[in-house]
């Protein structure tokens, strides 16, 4: 496979055959997100698109996950969706699923039924990026999208069958914002009700230029955050992840049934030394 780089994915695709139906993120606006600030958005070329996914069809006949890039691939036409997915169930007579990035404006943008068509044809799991519940941090970091529209994204592809991974930024509102951003971030994700939820701890990398009052949170402070999070959240059916290097420590469990659990293990991770009180911590080897 020949791809156009930066290319991005989430942890849970490294095993997933992965095709770029667009180049970067239609977006792009982002203040936290270094992804795809060297790239121009442009979709791919329909016919080399096809002919790629023709020639690993027959390379790779045996396919069973494929995860389609860029960001928002959701962003698309049901039509050129429709038609893309129609291909890949064609040369691919293994495939169980199709995963993307998606936002919550783009999922809302369709019907219940287009969803619904795209679920029959193996799409599958919509990775969205919540980051905040709070609209202010959101509108600081210049993330064009809004918490109304993610909860009925979110709540509609579920409906429709399809599964959500959300992830949330630990860190993203600084320390000005940490508090509300902990308490509204549990509020949405209690609307929400996404099936997968993963936690990520905000990091400055090259590329990012926050909002001028941003304090970084410091490595404990991030902890806490995640503490007030799961404490106030109450989710019926959510596998539950805090394993990207960027944590402190790693953290997994199932809600409603590990909640006091992973509360037990985020009081002893807080009750000890080895987190940093005064800066963000370590910084990852990768993110």
């Known amino acids: 496979m020949k791809y156009i780089e930066p290319l991005f994915r989430p942890p849970a695709e490294a095993d997933s055959l992965i095709f770029q139906?667009?180049?970067?993120?239609?977006?792009?606006?982002?203040?936290?997100?270094?992804?795809?600030?060297?790239?121009?958005?442009?979709?791919?070329?329909?016919?080399?698109?096809?002919?790629?996914?023709?020639?690993?069809?027959?390379?790779?006949?045996?396919?069973?996950?494929?995860?389609?890039?860029?960001g928002d691939v959701m962003i698309f036409p049901f039509a050129e969706l429709r038609e893309i997915l129609i291909e890949l169930n064609r040369h691919f007579p293994s495939l169980s699923r199709v995963n993307i990035y998606a936002n919550g404006?783009?999922?809302?943008?369709?019907?219940?039924?287009?969803?619904?068509?795209?679920?029959?044809?193996?799409?599958?799991?919509?990775?969205v990026g919540l980051e905040s519940g709070d609209q202010e941090i959101l509108a600081l970091v210049n993330k064009q999208e809004t918490v109304l529209n993610m909860i009925s994204g979110v709540k509609l592809a579920q409906a429709?069958?399809?599964?959500?991974?959300?992830?949330?930024?630990?860190?993203?509102?600084?320390?000005?914002?940490?508090?509300?951003?902990?308490?509204?971030?549990?509020?949405t994700l209690n609307a929400m009700q996404p099936r997968l939820l993963s936690a990520l701890r905000f990091i400055e990398v090259p590329g990012c230029f926050m909002y001028d009052a941003y304090q970084t949170v410091t490595e404990y402070g991030a902890v806490g955050e995640l503490k007030e999070i799961i404490s106030s959240l109450e989710l019926h059916k959510t596998v539950f992840r805090a394993n990207?290097?960027?944590?402190?420590?790693?953290?997994?469990?199932?809600?409603?049934?590990?909640?006091?659990?992973?509360?037990?293990?985020?009081?002893?991770?807080?009750?000890?030394?080895?987190?940093?009180?005064?800066?963000?911590?370590?910084?990852?080897?990768?993110?």
Not at 113 to 119: A, F, G, S
Not at 161 to 186: D, E, F, N, P
Not at 272 to 284: I, K, S, Y
């Open 21 to 70: 139906a667009a180049y970067g993120c239609p977006h792009n606006t982002c203040r936290f997100c270094g992804m795809y600030k060297t790239v121009k958005y442009r979709v791919r070329d329909r016919n080399e698109l096809m002919l790629e996914i023709a020639g690993a069809g027959r390379k790779y006949p045996e396919t069973q996950r494929i995860f389609l890039a860029d």
């Open 105 to 127: 404006s783009s999922i809302i943008a369709k019907t219940p039924e287009e969803l619904q068509e795209l679920r029959r044809l193996k799409l599958n799991t919509l990775y």
């Open 160 to 187: 429709c069958g399809l599964k959500c991974s959300v992830m949330i930024l630990l860190g993203l509102g600084g320390r000005q914002y940490s508090a509300s951003h902990s308490v509204k971030t549990a509020e």
């Open 244 to 287: 990207h290097t960027s944590n402190p420590a790693p953290l997994a469990g199932r809600f409603p049934n590990d909640k006091q659990q992973l509360i037990a293990e985020l009081d002893y991770l807080l009750a000890g030394r080895t987190l940093d009180r005064e800066g963000p911590g370590r910084r990852p080897f990768f993110l």
